[in-house]
């Protein structure tokens, strides 16, 4: 059987190095496909064609989905001291 996940790199390096042991210990033989995050994903898992998606929570979702919180992430930027945009730095 093969779990087919969608992930964003980002989702990908972070949760994967963790996931795979677990998933060789508990469901060996399990294959997993991760392909790209699109906007079609939340359709492809309401349809059956996606097992799982690592996303950012969303508002919504189909009745037939169901989402948990893994991690809550945040941002930084980095400049040097002095850099002409830390003068108005905001998003």
Known sequence: AVMRV???DHQTLLLLPRLMPRLATRAPGL?????P???QTGEELA?????????VA????PATLRQRALYRDGFVTVLR??????ADWSL
């Not at 294959?31 to 392909?35: D, F, H, I, N, W």
């Not at 001291?81 to 830390?86: E, F, I, K, S």
């Open 81 to 86: 001291q002095g850099h002409p945009a830390l």
């Open 31 to 35: 294959g997993l496909r991760v392909v």
């Open 6 to 8: 969608a992930a964003t």
């Open 37 to 39: 995050m699109t906007s």
């Open 47 to 55: 349809a059956g064609r996606l097992d799982l998606a690592f996303t």
């Open 58 to 61: 969303q508002e919504g979702l």
